[in-house]
């Protein structure tokens, strides 16, 4: 019988150190400048997600200017449409992942080009024949077409084109890609012309991906949970559980139990838990609500004692911190939320509703406007990158 590896036991601060230095938010500029580093980003994270939502600039550019201060938005296009360092696909939603890792899609690809998507069951042969027939003459958006007759919505998000849904369809079985986007306007390509392929690579073994699913939330996360290395994705957990196993009994993870935590098991590797004494740093991040850091809901309460909401959705006279709450991280707490909005006409970022949280508000006199100035001097830059370009 393999020998027992005991558990080390963590406050609630320590493994919240070692998430930030593993999401790089500890470093000025941890991936440098320019499109290259929109790529290493990319990489290091794992995934960016996309959201249409843009009350403020849309997330995936927030979450990208997070860690590249410098971060332009052509950036982000030069790496998809010229470098193609970068490419759309769903992970927990939709999102940017490194080129590199295109080979663990195939198979969820290969499925919908089976199964179909449950989404887009209402694709008709024609609709499909249509859209392909169109784009082996060139890349297109659902802009170039302008013939379609509008059918009825099937579920909120839903298109009532049905050149858009065999667009979508064409795009999760793989057949397609989106080569470039303006604002959420996307530009849908063969994904063997785009690529410049005369074939695809590889697609990735079961057990590939699995290992795939633990390390990107290893390198990411730095102390993971089944949960949070299968964020929305039960089918993989059984998988995932058996590598953590193997892992652990041959010493290559370290059971981690956290402070609050109850029975929720996480582990890490061992040299990830060399640095828990040191003290992490001082930065001000004002963080999208679609941030690696604060995705995981549970997971973000857990580690910061910060439980965000995402109202959105919420009736105005429910809302706690208002439509659209950014988490104010300064140094290693989370103290504050605010409600932004740009006022793309007047040029102006507007401060809708301000709530302290946590030690933000627990400061009291001299401490919560030295606080108070720090957060305003970041929110200048911020401004300035939504105004930009």
Same mark, same amino acid.
């Given at each position: 019988?393999?020998?027992?590896?005991?558990?080390?036991?963590?406050?609630?601060?320590?493994?919240?150190?070692?998430?930030?230095?593993?999401?790089?938010?500890?470093?000025?500029?941890?991936?440098?400048?320019?499109?290259?580093?929109?790529?290493?980003?990319?990489? $290091?994270?794992?995934?960016?997600?996309?959201?249409?939502?843009?009350?403020?600039?849309?997330?995936?550019?927030?979450?990208?200017?997070?860690?590249?201060?410098?971060?332009?938005?052509?950036?982000?296009?030069?790496?998809?449409?010229?470098?193609?360092?970068?490419?759309?696909?769903?992970?927990? /939603?939709? /999102?940017?992942?490194?080129?590199?890792?295109?080979?663990?899609?195939?198979?969820?690809?290969?499925?919908?080009?089976?199964?179909? $998507?449950?989404?887009?069951?209402?694709?008709?042969?024609?609709?499909?024949?249509?859209?392909?027939?169109?784009?082996?003459?060139?890349?297109?958006?659902?802009?170039?077409?302008?013939?379609?007759?509008?059918?009825?919505?099937?579920?909120?998000?839903?298109?009532?084109?049905?050149?858009?849904?065999?667009?979508?369809?064409?795009?999760?079985?793989?057949?397609?890609?989106?080569?470039?986007?303006?604002?959420?306007?996307?530009?849908?390509?063969?994904?063997?012309?785009?690529?410049?392929?005369?074939?695809?690579?590889?697609?990735?073994?079961?057990?590939?991906?699995?290992?795939?699913?633990?390390?990107?939330?290893?390198?990411?996360?730095?102390?993971?949970?089944?949960?949070?290395?299968?964020?929305?994705?039960?089918?993989?957990?059984?998988?995932?559980?058996?590598?953590?196993?193997?892992?652990?009994?041959?010493?290559?993870?370290?059971?981690?139990?956290?402070?609050? /935590?109850?029975?929720?098991?996480?582990?890490?590797?061992?040299?990830?838990?060399?640095?828990?004494?040191?003290?992490?740093?001082?930065?001000?991040?004002?963080?999208?609500?679609?941030?690696?850091?604060?995705?995981?809901?549970?997971?973000?309460?857990?580690?910061?004692?910060?439980?965000?909401?995402?109202?959105?959705?919420?009736?105005?006279?429910?809302?706690?911190?208002?439509?659209?709450?950014?988490?104010?991280?300064?140094?290693?707490?989370?103290?504050?939320?605010?409600?932004?909005k740009t006022d793309r006409q007047k040029r102006k970022l507007l401060m809708q509703k301000w709530s302290w949280v946590g030690s933000g508000k627990a400061a009291r006199g001299e401490a919560r406007k030295a606080l108070k100035r720090r957060i305003e001097e970041e929110l200048h830059r911020f401004e300035r990158?939504?105004?930009?370009?």
């Amino acid at each position: 019988m393999a020998r027992a590896i005991p558990s080390v036991h963590l406050t609630q601060v320590q493994p919240r150190r070692i998430w930030l230095r593993a999401q790089r938010l500890d470093e000025e500029t941890p991936f440098g400048a320019g499109p290259e580093a929109v790529a290493a980003a990319v990489a $290091h994270l794992g995934y960016v997600q996309i959201d249409t939502i843009n009350v403020i600039e849309r997330c995936h550019h927030h979450i990208l200017f997070t860690r590249i201060p410098a971060y332009r938005r052509a950036d982000l296009r030069q790496a998809q449409s010229v470098d193609k360092s970068v490419f759309e696909y769903w992970t927990h /939603a939709l /999102a940017y992942v490194p080129m590199h890792d295109f080979r663990f899609f195939l198979p969820a690809m290969r499925r919908h080009r089976r199964d179909g $998507h449950r989404w887009l069951n209402s694709v008709k042969p024609e609709d499909m024949r249509k859209v392909m027939r169109l784009i082996r003459q060139g890349a297109l958006t659902i802009r170039d077409i302008e013939d379609d007759v509008l059918t009825e919505k099937e579920h909120l998000w839903a298109s009532r084109k049905p050149s858009k849904r065999a667009l979508q369809l064409g795009f999760y079985q793989g057949t397609l890609t989106i080569s470039g986007r303006e604002g959420m306007l996307k530009t849908y390509d063969l994904t063997s012309r785009h690529f410049g392929w005369d074939k695809p690579p590889k697609p990735a073994t079961q057990a590939e991906i699995t290992a795939y699913l633990l390390d990107r939330a290893l390198r990411a996360q730095g102390v993971v949970s089944l949960d949070s290395a299968c964020h929305l994705d039960a089918p993989a957990k059984p998988g995932v559980r058996r590598l953590i196993e193997a892992r652990q009994r041959r010493g290559e993870l370290v059971p981690v139990d956290i402070e609050g /935590a109850g029975k929720l098991q996480h582990w890490a590797r061992p040299e990830m838990l060399d640095r828990i004494g040191e003290l992490g740093s001082d930065r001000v991040h004002i963080l999208s609500p679609f941030d690696p850091l604060i995705i995981q809901r549970k997971r973000t309460e857990l580690f910061f004692d910060y439980a965000h909401r995402f109202e959105a959705y919420v009736p105005k006279e429910k809302r706690q911190f208002g439509y659209f709450a950014l988490p104010v991280l300064v140094g290693e707490d989370i103290v504050a939320a605010l409600d932004l909005k740009t006022d793309r006409q007047k040029r102006k970022l507007l401060m809708q509703k301000w709530s302290w949280v946590g030690s933000g508000k627990a400061a009291r006199g001299e401490a919560r406007k030295a606080l108070k100035r720090r957060i305003e001097e970041e929110l200048h830059r911020f401004e300035r990158f939504q105004l930009r370009d």
